[in-house]
């Protein structure tokens, strides 16, 4: 309705909106700065930047009808474009982004296992690129089908024997238990998809922990961000974005 208030300033963020016809007035302060207009959008930020306020108050000006998604939406329409999903996060998260949104950007994962081996630490993006491949390949396959079985044992081992024993050349750290678990299943010839699953999970973690700060310090942070084209967002919201560090929503496994 007109006059109608949508979010204010301070509000915490959670969707995104899109003007189907009307006219919205965005206020900072309680100065109008913009008018936005049929086609426009505003509330993009809260898609993708953790634990945001809202910067400015958006009040409707008109009978205006809007669409409108929700975080949980958005990343749920892009669970199995990761890519995609890693290409807008970057541009309007920036300096906050997810590790995932990194690794699963194809100019992300190039500069960062570049950064990776300037300090001698790629075995990790490397476990976490084998696996995934496997985990996909394998999903293509039929375990019920002698030889696709054989072809799925054969390189679960090749997987273990590369990253997971003990003093192997790649050695990934990774739980005991998780160890215990992976090769009981590859020694029991039983290995499947999700074999690894859980120490993918685990080596994200670690370079979340270990490598992620020092990255977005560095030059080749520096280039992703030029190449993606970075959303243009102020000190303070990237600041209030920046409270919590959360695990990204997007399943693992699905993608």
Same mark, same amino acid.
């Given at each position: 309705?007109?006059?109608?208030?949508?979010?204010?300033?301070?509000?915490?963020?959670?969707?995104?909106?899109?003007?189907?016809?009307?006219?919205?007035?965005?206020?900072?302060?309680?100065?109008?700065?913009?008018?936005?207009?049929?086609?426009?959008?505003?509330?993009?930020?809260?898609?993708?930047?953790?634990?945001?306020?809202?910067?400015?108050?958006?009040?409707?000006?008109?009978?205006?009808?809007?669409?409108?998604?929700?975080?949980?939406?958005?990343?749920?329409?892009?669970?199995?474009?990761?890519?995609?999903?890693?290409?807008?996060?970057?541009?309007?998260?920036?300096?906050?982004?997810?590790?995932?949104?990194?690794?699963?950007?194809?100019?992300?994962?190039?500069?960062?296992?570049?950064?990776?081996?300037?300090?001698?630490? $790629? !075995?990790?993006?490397?476990?976490?690129?084998? %696996?995934? *491949? =496997?985990?996909?390949?394998?999903? #293509?396959?039929?375990?019920?089908?002698?030889?696709?079985?054989?072809?799925?044992?054969?390189?679960?081992?090749?997987?273990?024997?590369?990253?997971?024993?003990?003093?192997?050349?790649?050695?990934?750290?990774?739980?005991?238990?998780?160890?215990?678990?992976?090769?009981?299943?590859?020694?029991?010839?039983?290995?499947?998809?999700?074999?690894?699953?859980?120490?993918?999970?685990?080596?994200?973690?670690?370079?979340?922990?270990?490598?992620?700060?020092?990255?977005?310090?560095? $030059? !080749?942070?520096?280039?992703?961000?030029?190449? %993606?084209? *970075? =959303?243009?967002?102020?000190?303070? #919201?990237?600041?209030?974005?920046?409270?919590?560090?959360?695990?990204?929503?997007?399943?693992?496994?699905?993608?």
């Amino acid at each position: 309705q007109e006059d109608e208030v949508i979010f204010s300033e301070g509000d915490a963020g959670d969707d995104f909106y899109m003007i189907v016809f009307g006219e919205v007035a965005v206020s900072v302060d309680g100065k109008n700065i913009q008018e936005l207009g049929r086609g426009r959008y505003f509330g993009e930020i809260a898609l993708v930047v953790e634990e945001t306020k809202r910067t400015a108050t958006c009040k409707a000006t008109t009978n205006t009808v809007l669409l409108s998604m929700s975080k949980a939406s958005f990343r749920k329409f892009f669970a199995d474009r990761p890519e995609a999903l890693a290409d807008t996060e970057l541009k309007i998260a920036g300096d906050k982004c997810h590790i995932l949104s990194i690794i699963y950007h194809p100019k992300g994962i190039e500069l960062f296992i570049n950064f990776l081996k300037k300090q001698y630490a $790629e !075995e990790s993006i490397d476990f976490w690129q084998q %696996v995934r *491949s =496997y985990r996909k390949w394998v999903q #293509t396959l039929n375990l019920e089908n002698a030889n696709d079985h054989k072809l799925v044992q054969a390189r679960a081992k090749k997987l273990f024997n590369n990253f997971i024993v003990e003093g192997s050349k790649q050695q990934v750290n990774i739980a005991d238990n998780t160890v215990e678990a992976i090769s009981k299943e590859v020694k029991d010839d039983n290995a499947t998809a999700t074999t690894f699953a859980r120490a993918e999970m685990e080596v994200v973690k670690l370079m979340w922990g270990d490598k992620l700060s020092p990255f977005k310090k560095s $030059e !080749e942070f520096k280039e992703l961000m030029d190449s %993606v084209g *970075s =959303y243009d967002i102020d000190a303070k #919201t990237r600041k209030a974005g920046g409270k919590k560090k959360r695990r990204a929503s997007v399943d693992l496994m699905a993608v």
